[in-house]
């Protein structure tokens, strides 16, 4: 067997980029992207200060996150041990670069697929070193194998001399750095100067200590003085708009049938409908707009299909699909059913189409948590949150339709709604109180506080006080003339919550991983 993996001999590097220009040569790799790349950082203080080199890349873990995630097995294990990918599997879903706690994925401009250090396994396999190997002027990147005991890259980590990127992920990687200053490997060790850095200004992707967010600035953990950053690359956000509109698109389709099976459940099964046909048919409608959105966020949205055709089990992705589809069927089953006024086929139908909401509502916590570059995503009061949320979507979604059809149990959804809204406000609000680590610290930071502060205060405000305040009054006043107060409360919640996914999306990929 061999598992090959790299040392990084940083008190030998020079910083002279030759690593980084050959692997964009070997690979033809386009402007604006890098496989490898060098991070510089300063210690202490003038006149004694010291400027430390990086290699930066992927580190060909035995536990790679991004293979678990890979929704269509385009990451794999070679035969060597080096985390290999193929273009031709990939759907440009960009979970892997995400999944990676190193920042070591990119996506590819010209391919829209995904791509990283592969070790040059087309020049290893031949019996050749990997480019970066080989221009190394003072030879500051070796090759090691890890199932030679005898081999410098096994000695290091035995002996506890080499040093690995973010070994609280425990994703064991096969990349050991030498002689290297802790700070210029971990990127919350060192921040970059608002003067910007030495061949750049400050960028929207590289945070900074300002004053509106000094809470969200890098931190520490050891006691040490924080080092400055002076180079690096810029890796901009992974997941947009469309993720977080997905959030909420399918929230509603499971709040939706939450509430009809309540309804079911109370003896209103025959009411065709408010409960027995329009809930399926909106519940589809929106469920059809999650898939358009995950589609549409593919690089390779021709390729979606992939995801049943050539599916990895491990994947939340995969696993997401399967959940997505069942409850898409039983839609249907249970539309059909309302259409022919089947109210007791309706109550067998109860059991599945709650699992199956329960399921398309929360499934994204455990893909969220095979994210393991985004510990604000990994944090265990995510499933209940989305939960919450689908609760909140389903009373908003018939405080709207009771505008237009007759909805039996209004008082009851009302009060569904209203605590659905305190559920999810109270949780939320324990997320952001906690204690936690510096990376969900400084995540939720960004989050109340940092670039994301006013989506999370209209959610505060559109998403929570006035659905909360209007409801309230409804409950106390009631009359026919609050149909339309509690229908404004809840198109304001779902238009605050789509604020708050926004944010929470965005925050969760401001932390800087390299």
């Known amino acids: 067997m061999t598992r090959l993996g790299f040392v990084l001999d940083s008190g030998s590097c020079i910083g002279c980029h030759a690593c980084t220009v050959a692997c964009k040569s070997e690979h033809d790799i386009p402007l604006g992207v890098n496989r490898t790349w060098l991070k510089y950082v300063e210690t202490g203080t003038f006149p004694d200060t010291d400027r430390h080199f990086s290699v930066m890349r992927c580190n060909h873990c035995d536990d790679a996150p991004c293979m678990t995630i890979c929704p269509t097995s385009a990451l794999f294990r070679a035969d060597n041990g080096v985390v290999d990918f193929d273009d031709g599997n990939c759907i440009g879903c960009k979970a ?12 590819n401009p010209e391919t829209g697929t995904a791509h990283k250090c592969n070790f040059c396994n087309h020049r290893v396999t031949e019996g050749l070193e990997p480019s970066c190997v080989v221009v190394c002027p003072t030879q500051a990147i070796r090759v090691g194998d890890l199932d030679d005991p005898t081999s410098e890259i096994s000695l290091l980590f035995a002996s506890g001399e080499g040093l690995v990127r973010s070994p609280e992920q425990n994703t064991r990687p096969k990349v050991v750095y030498k002689n290297a200053e802790p700070a210029s490997l971990d990127p919350l060790a060192s921040a970059i100067a608002a003067d910007g850095m030495i061949w750049s200004d ?7 200590p300002t004053p509106v967010a000094l809470a969200a600035a890098p931190t520490r953990d050891d006691g040490g003085e924080m080092a400055r950053t002076v180079y690096t690359t810029q890796h901009p956000d992974t997941w947009g708009w469309m993720v977080s509109g997905y959030l909420v698109t399918k929230a509603i389709a499971a709040g939706m049938m939450l509430v009809a099976s309540l309804l079911v459940l109370m003896g209103h099964g025959d009411v065709q409908g408010a409960v027995g046909v329009v809930p399926p048919m909106v519940a589809g409608a929106f469920l059809a707009l999650t898939g358009a959105l995950l589609v549409g966020d593919l690089k390779q949205p021709k390729r979606f299909y992939y995801l049943l055709t050539r599916g990895n089990r491990s994947s939340w992705l995969v696993k997401g699909a399967y959940v997505l589809s069942g409850f898409a069927a039983f839609l249907a089953v249970w539309w059909a059913a309302g259409l022919a006024g089947a109210g ?13 909401a329960f399921g398309t509502a929360g499934y994204t916590a455990f893909l969220f948590g095979q994210c393991e570059g985004r510990d604000l995503w990994q944090e265990p009061l995510l499933l209940p949150v989305l939960l919450a949320q689908a609760v909140v979507c389903g009373g908003a979604a018939y405080s ?8 039996p149990e209004a008082t009851t959804i009302r009060w569904v709604f209203l605590i659905g809204l305190a559920a999810n406000g109270l949780l ?17 930071a960004d989050l109340t506080a940092g670039s994301q502060r006013q989506k999370y205060r209209c959610w505060l405000v559109g998403g929570l006080a006035i659905p909360v305040v209007l409801l309230a009054a409804a409950l106390l006043v009631g009359g026919g003339g609050t149909v339309v107060v509690v229908a404004v409360a809840g198109l304001s919640a779902v238009g ?11 925050a969760g990929q401001s932390v800087p991983l390299s």
């Not at 892997?96 to 996506?107: Q, R, S």
């Not at 400050?202 to 900074?208: A, G, K, Q, R």
């Not at 007791?344 to 199956?356: E, I, N, Q, S």
């Open 96 to 107: 892997c670069m995400n999944a990676c706690p190193y920042d070591a994925i990119y996506l």
């Open 202 to 208: 400050t960028l929207v992707s590289h945070p900074t």
């Open 344 to 356: 007791g086929l309706l109550t067998v139908l109860v059991v599945p189409v709650v699992a199956l």
């Open 400 to 407: 709207v339709l009771d505008l237009f059809v007759e909805v």
């Open 428 to 444: 939320v609000g324990a997320e952001v109180r906690g204690k936690h680590q510096r990376h969900v610290a400084m995540a939720l």
């Open 496 to 506: 605050g919550l789509l604020a708050y996914e926004d944010a929470y999306v965005r």
